[in-house]
């Protein structure tokens, strides 16, 4: 029941974000544009860490209950799937900082520049934003609503 109520919170928080440009209007996303496509421009990056950051975590919590199984006789090691998958990590990591900058203007060309001047400039995009938050705050609520009941 948590991941359901973290899933309502999550929608939500998504929501608010989808919300934000129509409710601010025109004129003060313009005074915002070049925060805002900083902003859109490094969303990738940011999500790229979060994974890198989930992903260390998971590893190292199977590696240590692996250990833990193992120093007390239940399991056992299967220290080439360990290298394996640490080493295809860490080649996934190290493309990633080799190459940032060229993903950092990529995603600055195609989507960063176009969205930003679609948030500001189109009225209509602002809005479809706005009806698809509202349809997951509703989404959200919605699961909460039901993690609450199922609950009780």
Partial sequence: MKWINASGLILQFVAFWLAAPELLGEVTLKRFEKGLHKLIARIPSILFLGVIIAYALLFAVRGLVKGIEAGQGQGSIDITSFYLQLGIASC?????????????????????????????????????????????????????????????
């Avoid at 995603?107 to 698809?132: C, G, M, Y």
């Fill in 92 to 152: 996934i990591y190290f493309a990633y900082v080799l190459f940032y900058k060229r993903i950092n203007r990529w995603i600055d060309i195609r989507f960063a520049q176009p969205l930003s001047q679609k948030i500001i400039h189109n009225q209509e995009t602002r809005k479809l934003a706005l009806v698809i938050g509202a349809i997951c705050f509703s989404l959200g609520f919605l699961l909460q609503l039901f993690a609450v009941l199922w609950t009780a």
